[in-house]
């Protein structure tokens, strides 16, 4: 082979391989945007029916024995940047967390609000539990960590506003919304306290559940006035929510602190809820936190006469934030 043939020859291989090498960069190229799209649609999978408006319950991933219900706004966006405030509905003793989702699922659309309700139910310990989550420990189960662990499920999924969020109660779920504040203060921008039955006051002379004396040993927590004066507080009450209690507190009863104990009955805070609320206002007053207390006219012990007044109240203190 002359020396031409052979330059030729080479040439030619070379152009041949360069080729090979840009089909292999090219094949390469698509192989990796096929793989990034793959990862982009597995990171960010879109939301279905069932993500948004009245989405179905879910079960606690801390502790499946808790589920609880959420109301999205029906145009919530999981591609946008938008941030959404969360309410979080706490329900009385009859656990019925639906109705507080759908009496409240207007003025969450109207309003761009997140809510949550969870569910409390009896008998995740055996027999009649019903008082459980009301003292915020039972049994060895901390409801208030259990609802704190369904927030941050929420906020892992949808783009909540901060870290803080808003807390209503109604009866049994007053008991909890205010015993819940004495520990984490940290995690409210608002709290409205519902009529509850029985009262927690802020006071280092009483024990657990009538004072907070022993709250640092018994929930590993030290009650921060100076966050809690940071929380914008709500209580409302319906005027004929008059009924009182003429029994004893029975041993049995988680309430029961042992005999003579001053302030562990069912009236020592009061005759009625409405005295109860008085006094627990001037308690906090008395310690620096301001309260807004509301009597809803003509109403009872029925929640629903109650929300109006809560919303009005949450609504508000969104509005100044979002100013700020």
């Known amino acids: 082979m002359n020396y031409s043939s052979h330059k030729d020859g080479l040439k030619l291989q070379l152009t041949q391989e360069a080729g090979m090498i840009r089909m292999q960069k090219n094949i390469l190229m698509f192989m990796l945007l096929v793989f ?5 649609s597995a990171e960010a999978p879109r939301f279905t029916w069932h ?34 405030p969360l309410l979080v509905l706490v329900h009385g ?7 507080y989702l759908d009496k ?17 139910p009896v008998g995740t310990h055996g027999g009649k ?24 499920e929420v906020r892992s999924k949808y783009r909540i506003d901060g870290d803080k969020f808003n807390l209503f109660g ?9 015993r819940f504040f004495y520990l984490h203060p940290h995690r409210l921008n608002a709290l409205s306290i519902g009529a509850p039955g029985m009262i927690t006051f802020i006071d280092d002379d009483s024990d657990w559940w009538v004072g907070t004396q022993d709250i640092y040993w018994k929930f590993n927590a030290r009650m921060n006035l100076d966050a809690m004066r940071l929380v914008d507080v709500h209580m409302v009450i319906g005027e004929k929510d008059l009924n009182g209690w003429g029994d004893e507190i029975e041993k049995k009863s988680p309430y029961y602190m042992g005999e003579n104990t001053p302030g562990a009955s069912y009236n020592s ?9 008085k006094n627990l206002k001037a308690n ?4 620096g936190i301001d309260v807004v207390m509301e009597v809803v006219p003509n109403a009872g012990h029925d929640e629903t006469y109650m929300f109006p007044s809560m919303q009005k109240f949450v609504l508000s203190k969104m509005t100044e934030r979002r100013k700020k």
């Open 170 to 178: 109604f009866s049994g779920g007053g008991h909890f919304s205010h």
């Open 36 to 40: 990034m799209s793959a990862i982009a």
């Open 129 to 152: 539990d019903l008082e459980n989550y009301k003292l915020i420990e039972y049994k060895g189960t901390r409801y208030d960590l259990i609802l704190l662990s369904m927030v941050d």
């Open 93 to 99: 003793t009859e656990r019925g967390p639906h109705n």
């Open 284 to 287: 906090y007053e008395n310690h």
């Open 269 to 277: 805070a009061g005759k009625n809820r409405q005295e109860r609320m």
């Open 51 to 84: 993500d948004k408006g009245h989405v179905p319950f879910q079960a606690s991933q801390v502790d499946a024995r808790f589920p609880y219900m959420m109301y999205v706004p029906r145009d919530y966006d999981e591609n946008a940047t938008k941030t959404y």
């Open 104 to 120: 409240n699922a207007k003025f969450a659309e109207e309003n761009d609000v997140i809510l949550l309700a969870p569910l409390f």
